[in-house]
C-alpha cells in the first residue's frame, strides 16, 4: 500500500471536513430523505431522488477522505530543524534570474495544492527542481516556455 505525503495542516483540514460531513451533513440528508418519504409516491418524488443522490456524495466524499487519511503519511515541517534544505512541506521563496520576479511556494501534497494560495504539488515541476536544494542554490525548472532558473531566497519549515 502506498503512503502519499501530506501536511499536519492539510490532514487537519480532511479531519475537519470528514467531521462536518458525518456529524452535519450526513444527519441532515437522512432527515430530508425521510422528509421527502412522507410526500408519498416515491417514482416521482423529486426531493426524495436529490436526498438520495446527495447522500450518495456525501457518502462517496467521506470514504474518499477516509481513505486518503488512512494511507497519509503526515509530515510536520515545524517539527524538523531547517538546515536551509527545500523539503515536503517547506515554504520556500524563488527569485526568477531573468525576470528577478520573486514568488513564495508551500510544497504540499497533491490534493493540498491551490495555485491561489500559492501552494504547489510536491510533484509539480517546480517543486520537483527545487526538493533537496538550499538556500542559494540556483534550480533549472524546465517550463513549457523553456528552461527558467530559479534562485533560492529562503527556506521555511513553517
Known amino acids: 500500500m502506498n503512503q502519499f505525503p501530506m501536511t499536519a495542516h492539510g490532514a487537519a483540514l480532511l479531519r475537519e471536513e470528514l467531521e462536518q460531513l458525518k456529524t452535519v451533513k450526513r444527519p441532515a440528508i437522512i432527515e430530508a430523505i425521510a422528509e421527502a418519504r412522507e410526500h408519498g ?94 538556500v542559494d542554490d540556483v534550480a533549472v525548472i524546465k517550463t513549457p516556455g523553456g528552461e527558467v532558473e530559479f534562485e533560492i531566497l529562503e527556506v521555511q519549515y513553517v
Request: net charge negative; aromatic share 4%.
Open 41 to 134: 409516491d416515491l417514482k416521482e418524488n423529486a426531493e426524495y431522488h436529490a436526498a438520495r443522490e446527495e447522500q450518495g456524495f456525501c457518502e462517496g466524499r467521506i470514504q474518499e477522505i477516509e481513505g486518503k487519511l488512512s494511507n497519509a503519511q503526515i509530515i510536520d515541517v515545524t517539527k524538523i530543524p531547517n538546515h536551509g534544505k527545500v523539503i515536503f512541506g517547506s515554504t520556500v521563496t524563488i527569485l526568477n534570474t531573468e525576470t528577478d520576479a520573486e514568488v513564495t511556494y508551500r510544497i504540499v501534497g497533491d490534493d493540498e495544492a491551490d495555485i491561489k494560495k500559492n501552494q504547489i504539488s510536491v510533484n509539480s515541476p517546480i517543486a520537483r527542481g527545487l526538493i533537496a536544494k538550499s
